[in-house]
Nanobody, 115 residues
């Protein structure tokens, strides 16, 4: 079993920054992919960014150049540095872990960007 706990969400003004964290615990494979996803009201959940254990990253076009995903494998922790935030970034942000077996999701953290 794996537990994912997100933190760092909150209210920020347009153009501001936030840093999200996701701490994973439990039976974690040495090879995995962690990622951030978000879901705005009335919309489907969408990919924000992913990162592999060897550091390969992938970003949604909408966040390229503004968001940076990173991880510390020894601590099973992932981060999302969000800069130049826009109102359209407002959503619940979820952490996801993909490894052999089932996927795991965190409970989500709310990010609200006020214009």
């Amino acid at each position: 079993q794996v537990q994912l706990v997100e933190s760092g969400g909150g209210l920020v003004q347009d153009g501001g920054s936030l840093r999200l964290s996701c701490a994973a615990s439990g039976r974690i494979s040495s090879t995995n992919v962690m990622g951030w996803y978000r879901q705005a009201p009335g919309k489907q959940r969408e990919l924000v960014a992913t990162i592999t254990t060897d550091g390969s990253t992938n970003y949604a076009d909408s966040v390229k150049g503004r968001f940076t995903i990173s991880r510390v494998n020894a601590q099973n922790t992932m981060y999302l540095q969000m800069d130049s935030l826009k109102s359209e970034d407002t959503a619940v942000y979820y952490c996801r872990l993909q490894q052999p077996g089932p996927d795991y999701w965190g409970q989500g953290t709310q990010v609200t960007v006020s214009s």
